[in-house]
């Protein structure tokens, strides 16, 4: 056969193996992510004893005001508790469909649930899929609505420090439709965990604000910034 | 894993922009090192005279593929992060049509035109007029027949998805036709007796 | 064979081998991948360049249309500062950069023998045309969904990459003129 002369053929021929043998190696590689998550324990340790994978709700909330697009928010819980509040740009998504959705390695996640359980199981769930960049809002809802909605004013001994961090706050909460609390007094604790509510000693409890359509800057700018990759 | 390295924000928009121009270079260096700034090899593709089209389109996809395929499985590439058009089945069958014809007709396809305006081909020059003029027409109709040019939008679908195949075995599949393509390309050259023997060194 | 050769200097060199070719074109895409995360393209270049120049001959109706607007509002501060436009730019410089080292950058027309220049252009342009309109209804022509639909196994890419051989290989024989 003219094919096998070897003098004109077989550099040819030597590629043609080895894109065959690379070929072979695909199919037994069998996909392009290894089938078993490979985790490194101590790094994973590491990160939750530096608490580096938190975001505070006051680091959250000053990003919120200020228009930031550059992290998605995750509110884990179910749609009828999203319905009826939710962090504005929360984006309401089950435990069960992370693994499905569109959430993408190179984005900042930032993570939420009622209280913080469900957000660190789900941290360690994207964590395992080697999401890079990914937080836990801390103390969850729960308090969010503590600090940033219905932020609690210093007590008689608060130093000056103190009161203007209050002041700035009580300012904010305004902005999320909430309101600033007087400072509790001493007796039954606040943080005591009544189920969904807020506690305030003295007054009733709060109810969270509805929702209202996000305050911050219309993600109509964020949406037409996304490039055309195509040809 | 940190690669593309643009997504995961390794360097800004403006930088792309010399990087994409990098790129070309490279891409236009080895489309006219085929010999595709020439109108007349290209066609000859389609006499069965000359299958360097094939041979080049083909190993460099076998190429890319490959390296893709084992950069992701090390866990160098985010293969989720790499662009991959979505599917409009029915208008690129249609426009996949028109570009094969238009292909024998003007002698070039879009890439390979640069690269023969490039090196000083006036009928190049003319393509690529006619290439404008082309995009003028049908970008002024577009708003009227977006019942057809959205049609049949599938996403982002891949073939082993499609065939419902593991990747890998879609990629082994692939190397085999191509291998067994350029291996068949060198019958149908000889049968029709092409000057083949011009293009290797 | 070709009309104008009053400026070779010396004999053109051989083709490259297509295999090597084709990896050398591989290992491009592929770094565009891995650099970019995208693949190559050609034909959104021209799309851009069309939308600027009639912006600038008739913005309002440039705007008006989704169409032209789409590439406007595209790039980084300017419809031309885009990814496609600056490749372009690239494979312009490298096909002459490629030809100028192989002594292949000539002014001249590629035809056949039995055609004469003017009828090579005009069936050049409506080439062109065909071209033009088939890749934007295809989101791409043999750059971008052909090779890189290609190698990323792009369903649509495939489909369209196999019908473009049909269409080249089935009006062959019409063409055999301009060509043989």
Request: hydrophobic share 50%; net charge neutral.
């Amino acid at each position: 056969m003219s094919l096998l002369r070897l003098d004109r053929l077989s550099r040819n021929q030597k590629l043609a193996l080895l894109a065959v043998a690379l070929g072979l190696g695909a199919l037994v590689l069998g996909g392009p992510r290894p089938g078993k998550i490979v985790l490194d324990e101590r790094e994973l340790a590491a990160i939750v004893e530096g608490e580096v994978d938190h975001v505070t709700p006051d680091e959250l909330a000053d990003w919120i005001v200020a228009g930031r697009q550059d992290y998605r928010l995750i509110d884990l819980r179910t749609a009828a508790e999203f319905a009826e509040y939710h962090i504005p740009q929360a984006e309401n998504v089950a435990i069960t469909a992370l693994v499905d959705s569109d959430l993408a390695r190179n984005e900042k996640i930032v993570l939420y649930s009622a209280e913080g359980i469900h957000s660190a199981q789900a941290w360690f769930l994207l964590k395992a899929k080697e999401f890079p960049a990914v937080y836990i809002l801390l103390g969850g809802l729960k308090q969010w609505t503590e600090q940033v909605v219905f932020p609690e004013a210093p007590g008689e001994s608060a130093g000056p420090v103190e009161r203007i961090a209050f002041a700035k706050a009580a300012e904010r909460a305004k902005f999320f439709g909430g309101a600033s609390r007087a400072a509790a007094v001493a007796g039954p604790s606040t943080a005591s965990a009544a189920p969904g509510g807020v506690g305030a000693s003295g007054a009733s409890a709060p109810t969270l604000p509805k929702v209202v359509p996000p305050p911050a800057p219309a993600p109509g700018g964020a949406a037409a910034k996304k490039k055309k990759e195509g040809c | 894993m940190n690669a593309p390295f643009f997504k995961f924000g390794l360097f800004g928009d403006e930088a792309s922009l010399i990087v994409a121009f990098v790129i070309g270079i490279g891409f236009g260096f080895f489309l006219e090192r085929a010999g595709f700034g020439s109108a007349k090899k290209l066609t000859d593709q389609f006499y069965f005279r000359d299958m360097a089209v094939f041979r080049v389109m083909f190993t460099a996809i076998v190429t890319a593929m490959l390296g893709l395929f084992y950069l992701a499985a090390v866990g160098w590439v985010d293969l989720s992060l790499v662009y991959i058009q979505p599917t409009y089945l029915w208008p690129q069958i249609v426009g996949g049509l028109l570009l094969g014809i238009g292909f024998i007709v003007g002698g070039y396809c879009p890439g390979t035109s640069l690269v023969a305006l490039a090196t000083g081909k006036l009928d190049a020059l003319v393509f690529v007029a006619g290439v404008f003029a082309g995009i003028f027409a049908i970008g002024e109709v577009w708003p009227s027949i977006t019942g057809f040019t959205e049609s049949s939008n599938l996403g982002r679908l891949t073939l082993p998805e499609v065939l419902h195949l593991p990747m890998g075995l879609v990629v082994f599949l692939v190397v085999l036709m191509a291998v067994g393509g350029f291996w068949g390309a060198g019958v149908l050259e000889r049968r029709f007796a092409a000057s083949a023997a011009k293009e290797e060194k | 064979m070709s009309s104008d050769s009053h400026d070779v200097r010396r004999a053109p060199a051989p083709y490259m081998n297509p295999y090597l070719a084709g990896i050398g074109l591989g290992l491009v895409l592929l770094g565009s991948f891995v650099v970019m995360g995208r693949g190559l393209g050609a034909s959104g270049a021209f799309s851009s360049a069309c939308a600027v120049a009639i912006d600038a001959v008739a913005p309002a109706h440039a705007q008006g249309n989704p169409f032209w607007r789409d590439y406007l509002t595209s790039g980084v501060g300017h419809p031309l500062k885009e990814f496609l436009v600056f490749e372009v730019l690239g494979v312009l410089v490298g096909g002459f950069l490629s030809g100028l080292l192989a002594g292949r950058v000539r002014r001249t027309v590629e035809k056949g023998p039995r055609i004469s220049i003017g009828g090579r252009f005009a069936w050049a342009f409506v080439g062109g045309a065909l071209m033009g309109i088939g890749a934007k209804l295809a989101r791409g022509c043999t750059s971008g969904q052909a090779l890189t639909g290609g190698a990323l196994l792009s369903a649509g890419g495939w489909a369209f990459m196999m019908m473009v051989f049909a269409g080249g290989y089935g009006a062959a024989w019409m063409m055999r003129r301009q060509w043989l």
